[in-house]
């Protein structure tokens, strides 16, 4: 079977259009993934893992090499990708299950068909209750819960998350990747999930992707052989190669970073 996403000799330059310093952000990016794969992305800050997640949107043209989405060169945003960003990307002047019904108004889905999409996807995040609340009257918890429903709901068939959960607090945090954990197994949706916390990495991804320091190129990619099912953090830490990935993991990355920074 073909992989969902190739990317191939992938470089990326960035020049200040001020100074004309160069910094390149990735150099020789190689990495396939698979239909239905969930890779989650690791590595020392401003290695380019935002930019790599840029350049599959579509929202940055890379200096060199090039990526393919079911075979096909990505030339630039399309609504077969979604991306969850780091900042909360909800309108405040809307409330819940609109700004969950946004992206489904955009593709014209009659209003019947986005009223029970979007009752679906409130249940799937937990947000019954809510739907006519507006962004400012939720938790920070409960406005990412809606940025990953409303990015769900409009169906695209790879997800792209930069650090969706750093914002929120440490129990809202085991919530949201318990979730997104059933989410992703119900959906079987593709994603790509860049985090700094190693043992996110190991508990969401069926591989986890170190990249090295800047420029970023793929250093490892380590497989997480525990079973979907058991992803809840209970079963999960009990399980014997818990804590083998993550020490594995977590010195790949920190050969990465100087010994005094933090991953
Ligand atoms: N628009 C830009 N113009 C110039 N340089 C940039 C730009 N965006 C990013 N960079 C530089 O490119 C490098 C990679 O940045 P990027 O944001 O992709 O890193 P990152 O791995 O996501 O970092 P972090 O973990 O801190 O989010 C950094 O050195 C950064 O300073
Ligand atoms: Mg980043």
Known sequence: MRPKIVVRGLAHEYINPFTQE??????????????????????????????????????????????????RAVTGPGPDRGVVFQEFAILPWRTVQRNIAHGLEIQGVAKAERAAVVRRFVELVGLTGFEKKYPHELSGGMKQRVAVARTLAANPHVMLMDEPFASVDAQTRITLQEELNTIAQATRKTILFVTHNVEEAVFLGDRCCVLSRRPGKVKALVPVKIPREHRTWKLFTSDSSF??????????????????DTV
């Not at 952000?25 to 698979?34: F, K, Q, R, S, T």
């Not at 790599?52 to 079911?70: E, K, R, S, Y």
């Not at 977590?250 to 970073?257: D, G």
């Open 22 to 71: 160069r910094v390149v952000a990735l150099d020789g990016v190689d990495l396939e993934v698979e239909e239905g794969e969930f890779l989650t992305v690791v590595g020392p800050s401003g290695c380019g893992k935002t930019t790599l997640l840029n350049i599959l949107a579509g929202l940055i043209q890379p200096t060199h090499g090039t990526v393919l989405l079911d075979g």
């Open 243 to 260: 804590g083998a990935t993550k020490e594995l993991v977590l010195k790949l990355v920190r050969e990465e970073v100087g010994r005094e």
